[in-house]
């Protein structure tokens, strides 16, 4: 692109950034003064005496607390157990923005789409990663679903988006306590396990500060967070991830790669320009490969590392397998898998929302940008393409010596 046209282009894409940035300032106010007193506990005022005290309630009148399904009800049942007793806190000032990703149109600050396709969106990626990994958890947190063997154990999920994941875990071990916190009320305020709670927390990047004490969660889960985190403030967050988890406690980290493998050269070229705006932006497109690096530069120990290939509309899962049939005919019935399928999907969900910004700076009309985009399917199905998805878990050290060390680095 010449230079004649490209200024005037970037001194729109300026012009346009900065209206959308108001208008988005404007809703965030109005969301936070509607929120706010559904937010804000009336117990994080209380001090250390009367929290324990709280902690003496009567067992009718803790089960009294949690028939109601409004969020302070919900605040008063947390603290009647004292092991949570630091969740109820004020949520301090903090350094970082944290969102689940529901498009990479996020990332690039491009108008978004509606909380409707953004709901949909992070609702099918959590079956597909469930699928994917086989499991909604993979760190070795002893979690017991026995009504006879009650947990106090503490979960945290940072950025939870639409809540799903934090409800379907809060709904396997009832006895457990789940807390989910995310920039937006995506998640929902009212119908939910009376064991899982929400808190809407919207920090910035100056200062990475989690709004719990030290010590006090068992378990921190985070997945698809990297649109929303600078560069700079990964390592922040995963020592304060360490700061707050107690000794032995695990953390999950869970990312995707930002290209699709095995992918067509047009294709290439759209993914190398979103890579382009991800450095320009101060993020960073290929931390999923740098996810263990993270965890032990923190301190943490046990590190475990491993990734998933999810195939994009091809592999095939047989219809029948109960009868003997020969090659030929076995063949003939074995279907598309329905994984891959959705997999392919959401993916072709994420690359059309990229569409606005992709035609604003490369000239090329909308038209044309969807007519390939509708073409990727195949693409995919023929070149066997593929996306992967990296999980690191690892646990905070029991020893006090190492916790210091790693708070100090």
């Not at 569409?355 to 073409?375: A, H, L, V």
């Amino acid at each position: 692109m010449t230079a004649d046209i490209s200024i005037p282009s970037k001194r729109r894409n300026r012009l346009l950034r900065s209206v959308v940035d108001a208008l988005y300032r404007y809703r965030r106010r109005r969301q936070d003064n509607q929120l706010k007193v559904a937010v804000a506990s009336p117990l994080t005022a209380m001090n250390d005496s009367q929290l324990i005290a709280n902690t003496k309630l009567d067992s009718h009148i803790t089960s009294s607390c949690t028939q109601n399904i409004d969020i302070s009800s919900n605040q008063k049942t947390l603290t009647s157990r004292l092991s949570i007793k630091s969740l109820t806190k004020a949520i301090h000032d903090s350094g970082v923005r944290m969102s689940r990703s529901t498009s990479l149109a996020s990332c690039i600050e491009i108008l978004p789409s509606s909380d409707i396709q953004d709901l949909d969106r992070m609702v099918s990626q959590h079956y597909i990663l469930r699928t994917a990994f086989g499991a909604d958890f993979s760190a070795p947190i002893v979690l017991s679903a026995d009504q006879e063997m009650p947990s106090q154990l503490v979960v945290l999920d940072i950025g939870c988006g639409s809540g799903t994941w934090t409800m379907e875990m809060a709904t396997q071990f009832p006895h457990a306590h789940f807390i989910g916190i995310d920039k937006q009320a995506s998640f929902p305020h009212d119908v939910k396990p009376k064991n899982c709670h929400f808190k809407l927390f919207d920090i910035n990047q100056s200062m990475v500060k989690l709004p719990f004490l030290d010590q006090s969660v068992d378990y921190v889960f985070q997945r698809d967070l990297n649109c929303n985190l600078s560069e700079t403030a990964w390592l922040p967050l995963v020592k304060e991830v360490f700061r707050v988890l107690k000794p032995g406690g695990w953390i999950e980290l869970v990312e995707p790669d930002i290209e699709t493998h095995s992918a067509s050269s047009y294709e290439d070229f759209l993914i190398n320009k979103l890579i382009d705006a991800f450095y320009q932006r101060q993020r960073d497109p290929f931390v999923s490969k740098r996810l263990s690096s993270f965890v032990a530069v923190a301190g943490f120990r046990r590190i475990q590392s491993d990734f998933q290939s999810i195939s994009l509309g091809w592999g095939y899962q047989k219809q029948c397998t109960n009868t003997p049939q020969s090659t030929k005919k076995e063949h003939q019935s074995l279907r598309c898998s329905e994984f891959a399928r959705a997999a392919a999907n959401h993916r072709l969900d994420l690359l059309k929302s990229l569409q606005p910004w992709f035609t604003r700076e490369n000239n090329i009309s909308k038209t044309k940008y969807d007519n390939y985009i509708s073409q990727l399917p195949d693409k995919w199905y023929n070149a066997k393409s593929y996306t992967n998805w990296h999980r690191s878990t690892a646990q905070k050290p029991y020893s006090h010596d190492a916790a210091v060390h790693a708070i100090a680095i």
